[in-house]
């Protein structure tokens, strides 16, 4: 089955390819001809997953893409407790700037945590699902996925990305970065929220 991801970026890509595995055919925006910038100005992540989706398939449509297409988007952000949920939504830009600095984002989010007890934390995905079948039927249905952990107080490990040196999932005594894709792959929020969709598509 063929789905179009509304993204480019390479880790969500390969992330998502190898948890939903080969019998998915999964395209990125620029595998579709999409090179727009989608303003995510929702609220929430569902929100801005739902934005994303509607987006790309509007956009798809415009571009006379044959029916029928499958638009999943996904929105993923870290919450963190003490800090009232930040970064949440800006969890990709949460030091400010242009691109995704992942070392600065850590940083900034170990230093707003410094000295404090309460280091409780979730990652959580909400993916957006949008069947066109044609011009005049559109199917819409939301999946999340979330894993709770802690802030470490210092990185550890080397794989992953974003904010997995410093997030241990509980369960588990090491960081998302230590413990390695095969196993984050099968516990990570992300994965909690492909597996509902594979289910969902599989049925």
């Given amino acids: 089955m063929r789905l179009i991801l509304a993204t480019n970026n390479s880790h969500k890509l390969s992330e998502i390819k190898d948890i939903l595995g080969e019998d998915f055919d999964i395209l990125s925006l620029k595998d579709v001809g999409i090179n727009t910038d989608i303003d995510e100005n929702g609220e929430t992540l569902l929100e801005n997953s739902r934005i994303k989706a509607m987006s790309v398939s509007s956009i798809l449509e415009k571009n006379n893409y044959p029916y029928p297409f499958i638009v999943i988007a996904d929105d993923t952000g870290l919450l963190v407790d003490e800090l009232n949920g930040e970064p ?77 040196p410093i997030f241990k999932p509980d369960g588990y005594d090491k960081s998302f970065a230590e413990l390695g894709l095969e196993i984050k792959n099968n516990i990570s929020h992300r994965a909690r929220a492909i597996q509902q969709l594979a289910d969902f598509i599989n049925k």
């Fill in 88 to 164: 949440g939504i800006y969890s990709a830009r949460y030091a400010g700037g242009e691109g995704h600095d992942s070392e600065a984002n850590m940083r900034l989010l170990l230093h707003k945590l410094d000295g404090k007890e309460n280091r409780k934390a979730h990652f959580s995905t909400f993916i957006t699902y949008i069947e066109k079948k044609d011009a005049y039927t559109t199917y819409m249905k939301y999946f999340e996925g979330r894993i709770d952990g802690t802030i470490l107080k210092e990185k550890h490990g080397t794989e992953g990305f974003g904010y997995d």
